[in-house]
């Protein structure tokens, strides 16, 4: 952009300063903002293999373990399987939307149907996600360090926490690197035990199919005990989100990386539930195999347990077998744990930013996410997992219920609402009552029968009940309300702007006009995140008749 051009030359000095941090994009990682074309330099396989690297974790073995021995191995098979065919089908608008316009799930929220402040909620949501499955992997972890240097798990606990903070400190950067190095070794790890069982001990699938754990209806199937199991597996749901937070980097989609680049969204987007679906089954597996080793049942949901199991089979019963799976539970975890912590730091960020109009850096909030974490792991968690993540997917279930009938039906049927992301405060309403409305109806309903208000079945189905109403009321909201509140403001055009970038009236930097409106009160053009940290202006660009001032093209001219 020459320094002669007309919008640059009327810029006023900055105002806004940013920290180190913030102003430092390989640490900040745009955590606030649309991803810019000139950042996203990984190629569909990097982004694809990060993404996969992000679903890593054990929580899937010791969910399907938790499962198995609570509910017996039917009602455990079909209740995951059941979960990983609404996660997927839910997951393949989000991980569409959010790879074609490069952003979070957050912002994808507040263009789909909730608004600006309306999503504030949705972030602690998902941050809470981070937070619980952060201290669910840490104690896994914990566990594999009791077990083999016989670190005494309140220690565990804090030194599996702190190793994670540096590794997250420098974003996507790093992390894609970490995820791509450690794919080969975690996988053969990930699928020995298992091949090497089935090989040496077929039998061990007929014990699997009758084990009943600790069901009332032993290994049988109940439909309660199904519809329980299958609302503790869709607490998962929200898992798109980290997901969303890797594919937010793919490149542009073009005719010639068309067929690659929707395998990477589809294969990195909802198709980690595939092998998170398999992990959860092996997990059910390896808890019955455990017990049948004399591993108590109440132990028998720990991975490091599993696997120590599993790795037995291969390397006998000696010391190699308790290091090469203290080795891959330790490997898993930092894997998956750098994702939490990472994808935690965005949220706390965006809810934060929103409400006390402050940014001190994505790198803050990593701080902030780990200490919630190992209070968490510190009370114990593991314990009750169960009780946590069966009351936590009801919400995380309506909030994801509500995004995906936006994208599914008000968007390209009803076309009520905008067929593009709308993610910036300057053109949204604060709240929307199509998304907001219809989430915070079915999460009360959900929750409510989740405490047994309707009955058992609703008590056990509370999930199913979460979904469905969110996913209806939405585009029933948006018919009564006529697409209303979705867009507060037009972005007028404004046909000499050809440049890929504009300087930001309050802080000077430059950003793609993505991530640029055009603002009144301090007369120029202002970036996403300066328009958001903005406590003085009372959205004056909202109200009826504001002088636009400069402005950049329509969603139209932007190919939006």
Not at 81 to 104: M, S
Not at 462 to 480: E, Q
């Amino acid at each position: 952009m020459s320094a002669s051009d007309p919008v640059i030359t009327s810029v006023p000095p900055p105002q806004r300063k940013f920290n180190k941090f913030v102003a430092n994009p390989v640490i900040e990682d745009y955590s606030l903002r649309y991803a810019p074309k000139s950042f996203r330099t990984w190629s569909q396989y990097a982004v694809f293999s990060a993404a996969l690297g992000g679903i890593a974790y054990l929580a899937d073995q010791a969910i399907g373990g938790s499962l198995a021995v609570a509910y017996g191995f039917e009602n455990a098979f079909w209740g995951i399987i059941a979960a990983a065919v609404i996660i997927f089908l839910t997951g393949i608008p989000i991980a569409y939307y959010c790879a074609k316009y490069n952003v979070d799930v957050d912002l994808l929220t507040r263009g789909a149907g909730f608004g600006y402040l309306g999503s504030t909620i949705t972030s602690v949501i998902y941050a809470s996600f981070t937070f619980i499955f952060f201290a669910l992997e840490g104690s896994i972890m914990a566990q594999a360090f009791n077990l083999y240097f016989g670190i005494p798990l309140p220690i565990g606990y804090a030194l599996g926490s702190l190793m994670i903070i540096p590794l997250v400190a420098f974003g996507m950067t790093l992390l894609s690197k970490l995820q791509v190095w450690t794919q080969p070794i975690w996988l053969t790890l990930l699928f020995a035990p298992p091949v090497a069982v089935l090989y040496m001990d077929p039998h061990a699938i007929n014990t699997w199919f009758h084990f009943a754990g600790a069901s009332p209806s032993g290994s049988s199937f109940n439909p309660l005990l199904f519809g329980a199991a299958a609302g503790i597996a869709l607490s998962l749901i929200a898992q798109i989100g980290e997901q969303a937070d890797y594919l937010r980097f793919m490149p542009d989609k073009t005719a010639k990386n068309s067929f690659g680049w929707w395998l990477a969204v589809l294969g990195a987007g909802p198709g980690w539930v595939i092998l998170g679906a398999a992990k959860q089954l092996m997990g059910s597996f390896f808890a019955s195999l455990a017990f049948s080793h004399g591993t108590p049942l109440a132990k028998s949901n720990e991975p490091i347990q599993m696997y120590h199991t599993g790795f037995t089979y291969i390397f006998g019963a000696g010391m190699v077998a308790v290091s090469v799976a203290t080795f891959f539970v330790i490997l898993s975890q930092i894997k998956i744990n750098v994702t939490n912590a990472y994808s935690g730091s965005l949220s706390w960020s965006n809810f934060f930013s929103r409400i006390f109009h402050a940014h001190p850096g994505r790198i803050v909030y990593i701080f902030f996410n780990v200490g919630i974490s190992l209070t968490m792991m510190e009370l114990n968690m593991f314990s009750f997992l169960g009780h946590i993540l069966g009351f936590y997917s009801n919400v995380a279930v309506a909030w994801i219920g509500a995004v995906t009938a936006d994208l599914v039906i008000n968007k390209p049927l009803l076309k009520l609402s905008p067929s593009y992301v709308e993610f910036k405060r300057a053109h949204l309403y604060n709240f929307n009552p199509v998304g907001f409305g219809a989430m915070a109806i079915a999460s009360v309903i959900s929750v409510l029968a989740f405490f047994n208000l309707f009955g058992a079945y609703a008590q056990a189905y509370s999930a199913f009940i979460a979904l469905g109403v969110s996913f209806i009321l939405s585009p029933i909201i948006c018919i009564a309300t006529k697409g209303k509140y979705y867009i507060a403001r037009e972005p007028s055009a404004h046909a000499g702007i050809t440049h890929s970038t504009l300087s930001c009236v309050s802080c000077g930097y430059e950003y793609e006009q993505l991530d640029m409106a055009s603002c009144p009160f301090l007369k120029g053009n202002i970036c996403s995140l300066c328009c958001s940290l903005e406590a003085n202006c009372d959205d004056m660009c909202k109200r009826p008749h504001a002088d636009p001032v400069l402005s950049f093209g329509t969603p139209a001219d932007l190919n939006l």
